[in-house]
């Protein structure tokens, strides 16, 4: 069974540039989640997207956005890119929406990551 | 505010010792996870312990839950160089999203 996978897994990009960053979770998963990883903030949850719907939004500005396709298949949008963008940015993919899943063992899987750098 | 605190952030240990790692955090969890990352790599599942009290090992690892004390261990048993990686816990709050430690890197050395 195929992981979660990302695309490109490389970017480089300049300042006032925007970037879109791709994710096919795992066959059957219809979750998927993205998460920035920087040394100085650790791994910062960005959005979730549920059946084409955005459930759940992390602390970021206006910038970073997402969508989610039919296939569950994600991509997140970051516009008008600043340095402090440049970032590991994971995605990952469960079955179901929630975590909190009365006692379910809800298991997020994550896919290899995008390094962007922004110059 | 919520609050993920690993201790220790860095630990460096000779091959065949015994250490553990704590996550303590700040909000009640429906449940706790423990997560692996090497140099470069992404995040690799280890644990999810979704009760109080729950213990699960895995080869030299096991991860422990205390839900009253907000407090999760995890245990390295006889350190292999093979260890060497990023840990990271992380909870759920009720806000349904995934908040991780600031991670533990391990070094271990012969």
């Known amino acids: 069974k195929a992981g979660v996978t990302q695309t490109p897994r490389y970017l480089i990009k300049t300042r006032g540039q925007q970037v879109t960053l791709s994710c096919s979770p795992i066959s059957g998963h219809r979750s998927v989640s993205w998460y920035q990883q920087t040394p100085g903030q650790g791994l910062q949850f960005l959005f979730e997207?549920?059946?084409?719907?955005?459930?759940n939004k992390g602390n970021f500005p206006g910038r970073f956005s997402g969508r989610q396709f039919s296939n569950s298949r994600s991509e997140m949008n970051v516009s008008t890119l600043e340095l402090g963008d440049s970032a590991l940015y994971l995605c990952?993919?469960?079955?179901?929406?929630?975590?909190?899943?009365?006692?379910?063992?809800?298991?997020?899987?994550f896919g290899p990551g995008t390094r962007l750098l922004v110059l | 505010e919520l609050k993920v605190e690993q201790n220790p952030l860095f630990l460096s240990m000779q091959e065949g010792k015994n250490y553990t790692i704590y996550c303590n955090y700040s909000t009640t969890s429906d449940r706790l996870y423990w997560y692996r990352q090497d140099p470069g790599k992404s995040l690799e599942s280890l644990f999810v312990?979704?009760?109080?009290?729950a213990v699960k090992q895995e080869g030299r690892l096991m991860a422990s839950l205390d839900t009253k004390a907000r407090l999760s261990t995890l245990h390295i048993t006889a350190a292999v160089h093979d260890l060497s990686a990023t840990y990271f816990c992380a909870v759920v709050p009720n806000t349904d999203k995934l908040i991780f430690g600031t991670g533990t890197r391990l070094q271990v050395f012969p």
């Open positions: 312990l979704l009760s109080n009290g």
């Open positions: 997207y549920f059946s084409e719907t955005q459930r």
């Open positions: 990952a993919s469960s079955l179901r929406f929630s975590l909190v899943a009365g006692g379910r063992q809800e298991t997020q899987y």
